[in-house]
């Protein structure tokens, strides 16, 4: 059987682990402590409770059995990778003596590795959806939403699942298979409760008011490093949709000029009128029913 | 909204209606075994095998002391008869505790310890060429066999087997002298591996970075095993291609090479059997685990079936096999490190 996505809130690898969204909550409450004058907005039945969310809610249980039934056991596993990469460096270089570094220096370095790697191909997949009109149809399904909650991060057409789901399995795949070549069996993520540290401390920052309507800056110091909420949402209006396509760092944006911050008070999410969904089915097939590739450029268009 | 709790109710249900669904399929390779069976598992290899062995070690090498005593007060064909047998057990028990050297990986102050007593593909030196020079002279044995080289195995090898037959042994008192410094130099160094193992359970503490140190270990002696002890001789590596010379093989002059080999496979199966493929079942790594099981008793079985020693033909088809065969093992130990628990696999696959 498959799942329905409930166990997401007690798997500490899902951005919607309990954990997770408590701190973001808290998070939140302490924002709203200095900005009382939003409070109302951002409880307000007509963010949570907006058609747009319900359909969140609902499409997350759909998409979780979808993803689980057809998606996942398919899925190209990182571990393939992993073993390719390691025998094909193993007969291209020769074989190479374990290198002899400190367990600890090891931990340090894959994991910053895997954190790192990870994010930069996510960047550029992001970037493609947005760039490439047959990606584009898919991914409009996430940015059609008009409001946002932590849900909408699972707002994912099957098709772009797939797709993220390779990008990691080739890029933890690679990096892994790397790190057996050069340190053999000894190499070990730092984990905090079961995750990457880099990937823990991300999600201790709030990553869940990255689709929420709490427009979280981190300064802009540290927003030229790591991307925050605030930037995230400006992903998610149309005018800011072809910047901030990082995941956790800003460094890919900064380098490959798509960094957009910029001070607005009022963010307006989703792609305009009529573009949105009616129904879960909708959202799922649409983006197989278009006739004629949709760009972009097209989307923004509309009003 | 009704609609949605009715979702959200259903879901629920859906959730908690069996174990199939504790497993949705993202995280399924999270370490299913308990720190403290690998606890038990690594005690286990460090009792049965490294301290065992290290300690069977020190003793031959207290033995094959006792011998080559024996021959400086009388260089008879008995004493040396003696002491060689002695020799080539210390050479095989030596090639085991080498096979799983997992101190080097535990202690710094271990690093240095087999080349001191094993210089097989280390350094330019012809040892024989070398001690024949010493063995002609007169000046003090304790200051010309100054380098370890001059007191390794490969050394003690050569002063009590000479080249290949044992008539050619002119078993002299300096010679036996020789020997005795060898072994002295010998016996020092295995007794602190011995010590290192039998005193702590610095294995046994280092957890999960043990069974690291171990397979990178038993690699390692893997790969030198393929390519400096096989496929040099037989002249299947690039260094020496098709140009075999049993002169490179390990313990050409005792005639010994196939049962070092035979030690170091030995050692890596008793390593696997004693708690590595226990570890590898505890962390869903059991197929890989018996995999490498199975290629080591096929490559001891292969060692097994040659009729004549390796040293009278080098490149033959067997072991043209046998060099395969350990290509594999290697291989398999990759895949064993890739299946272990050690790294994460969860399936990412949400955009953003």
């Not at chain 1, 949402?233 to 800011?240: A, F, N, Y």
């Not at chain 2, 065992?52 to 400086?72: D, F, G, R």
């Amino acid at each position: 059987m498959g799942s329905l996505g409930i166990e997401y809130f007690f798997d500490t690898h899902q951005r919607i682990f309990w954990l997770y969204l408590l701190v973001s909550s808290m998070i939140a409450a302490v924002y709203i402590l200095y900005h009382r004058e939003k409070f109302k907005t951002y409880l307000d039945p007509k963010i949570w409770w907006h058609r747009s969310a319900r359909l969140d809610y609902g499409y997350f249980i759909v998409v979780s059995l979808i993803k689980s039934t057809f998606i996942i056991p398919l899925l190209l596993s990182s571990k393939e990778v992993a073993l390719l990469t390691a025998l094909t460096l193993q007969e291209l270089l020769g074989y190479m003596p374990a290198m002899g570094w400190s367990r600890e220096a090891i931990m340090l370095l894959f994991s910053a590795t895997l954190f790192i790697v990870s994010d930069f191909t996510r960047y550029w997949l992001h970037r493609l959806m947005h760039a490439l009109p047959f990606l584009w149809r898919f991914h409009r399904v996430h940015h059609s939403a008009e409001v946002l909650n932590p849900l909408t991060f699972y707002r994912v057409h099957p098709v772009e699942n797939v797709l993220f789901g390779i990008r990691y399995a080739l890029s933890a795949g690679l990096v892994t298979g790397l790190f057996i070549y050069l340190f053999g069996a000894r190499i070990s993520l730092i984990e905090v409760i079961g995750v990457n540290l880099f990937v823990f401390a991300f999600a201790m920052l709030g990553s869940n008011l990255r689709h929420s309507h709490v427009p979280l800056r981190y300064g802009n110091t540290i927003e030229r490093w790591v991307i925050s909420p605030f930037m995230h949402q400006l992903h998610h209006t149309r005018m800011g949709a072809e910047h901030n396509y990082g995941g956790a760092l800003a460094v890919w944006d900064r380098l490959f000029g798509t960094l957009y911050i910029t001070e607005v008070s009022v963010l307006q999410f989703g792609l305009g009128k009529g573009t949105g969904h009616d129904s879960i089915l909708d959202l799922l097939t649409r983006p197989l029913k278009l006739k004629k590739e949709i760009s972009y450029e097209k989307d923004r268009l509309i009003t | 909204m009704k609609k949605t709790l009715v979702w959200l109710f259903v879901a629920m249900i859906y959730s908690g209606c069996g174990g199939d669904n504790a497993h949705d399929g993202e995280n399924g390779l999270i370490s299913g075994g308990s720190s403290d069976s690998t606890v038990v598992l690594l005690q286990q290899i460090e009792d049965a095998v490294l301290v065992a062995q290290s300690s069977s070690l020190a003793i031959t090498a207290a033995s094959t002391k006792a011998a080559i005593v024996a021959l400086q007060d009388e260089q008879s064909v008995e004493e040396l008869g003696s002491a060689q047998s002695l020799a080539t057990t210390l050479f095989e028990t030596w090639k085991g505790v080498e096979a799983h050297y997992v101190a080097k990986g535990l202690d710094d102050a271990m690093i240095d310890i087999p080349a001191q007593i094993d210089v097989f593909n280390i350094g330019n030196i012809d040892i024989p060429t070398r001690l024949d020079e010493i063995f002609a002279g007169s000046s003090p044995l304790e200051g010309q066999l100054y380098q370890s080289a001059t007191r390794s195995m490969s050394a003690l090898e050569y002063t009590l087997f000479g080249n290949q037959e044992m008539s050619d042994v002119n078993m002299t008192q300096r010679r036996a002298d020789a020997a005795k410094i060898m072994i002295d130099h010998i016996e020092g160094h295995v007794t602190t591996i011995a010590e290192f193992y039998s005193e702590g359970s610095a294995f046994v503490d280092a957890g999960e970075d043990a069974v690291g140190i171990m397979i990178n270990q038993m690699i390692d002696s893997t790969y030198k095993l393929k390519e400096w002890r096989i496929g040099d001789p037989a002249g299947y590596t690039l260094k020496y291609r098709d140009d075999p010379d049993a002169e490179h093989l390990e313990y050409y002059h005792s005639i010994r090479s196939l049962q070092a080999m035979r030690a170091i496979l030995s050692a890596q199966e008793s390593v696997m059997l004693q708690g590595l493929q226990g570890i590898a079942a505890n962390n869903s790594a059991s197929s890989e685990a018996d995999a490498l099981v199975i290629l080591i008793k096929d490559a001891i079985a292969q060692i097994d079936s040659f009729s004549t020693p390796i040293e009278e033909s080098p490149a033959s088809s067997k072991t043209l096999g046998l060099y395969n065969t350990i290509d594999t093992i290697q291989t398999s130990y990759t895949a064993l490190i890739n299946a272990l628990n050690f790294t994460q696999d969860i399936i990412e696959a949400d955009g953003d």
